[in-house]
């Protein structure tokens, strides 16, 4: 068990979108997930997370607690219908 990395001044409603992204990324190497599925997270995620640093700071600390890194599923999303890591 670990946490997700959330930043202290978002909304409840911004927390849930990132969250539905790290729940995407766990997906995609647990289960499989679809790219289109993944990328509608995705682009939630880089709404809020609206800067590189702050999205590169995320998955880097996202990878650090769970394994799990959202570039690479992102990257795979771009390449692949089906993303299964």
Known sequence: MYDYP???DWSTEEIIEVV???NAVEQAYEEGI???EFMEHYRAFTSIAD???LQKQLD???EE???YSI???FKRSQE???VKL
């Open 6 to 8: 959330l930043e202290p």
């Open 51 to 53: 800067s590189k640093a």
């Open 60 to 62: 880097k600390a996202f």
């Open 80 to 82: 692949e219908e089906w």
């Open 71 to 73: 570039y690479k599923v």
């Open 65 to 67: 607690a769970s394994g």
């Open 34 to 36: 679809s790219s289109k």
């Open 20 to 22: 539905g992204l790290y």
